[in-house]
C-alpha cells in the first residue's frame, strides 16, 4: 500500500516537472526569438 502510493506520488511529480520544463523551454525559446522578431522588423522599418 505504502509503496503504491510513493510510486503514484513520484509517477504525478515526474509529469508535473515534465510539464514544467516543457513551459521553462518554452518561456526561453519565447524569450529568446521575440526580441529577434522585433529587431527584424526594426531593421524592415528602417530599410
Same mark, same amino acid.
Given at each position: 500500500?505504502?509503496? =503504491?502510493?510513493?510510486?503514484?506520488?513520484?509517477?504525478?511529480?515526474?509529469?508535473?516537472?515534465?510539464?514544467? +520544463?516543457?513551459?521553462? $523551454? =518554452?518561456?526561453?525559446?519565447?524569450?529568446?526569438?521575440?526580441?529577434?522578431?522585433?529587431?527584424?522588423?526594426? +531593421?524592415?522599418?528602417? $530599410?
Amino acid at each position: 500500500m505504502g509503496s =503504491l502510493f510513493i510510486s503514484r506520488l513520484i509517477a504525478r511529480n515526474w509529469v508535473v516537472g515534465l510539464v514544467w +520544463m516543457l513551459g521553462q $523551454a =518554452l518561456l526561453l525559446t519565447a524569450k529568446l526569438q521575440f526580441p529577434a522578431q522585433f529587431a527584424r522588423q526594426l +531593421m524592415v522599418y528602417r $530599410a
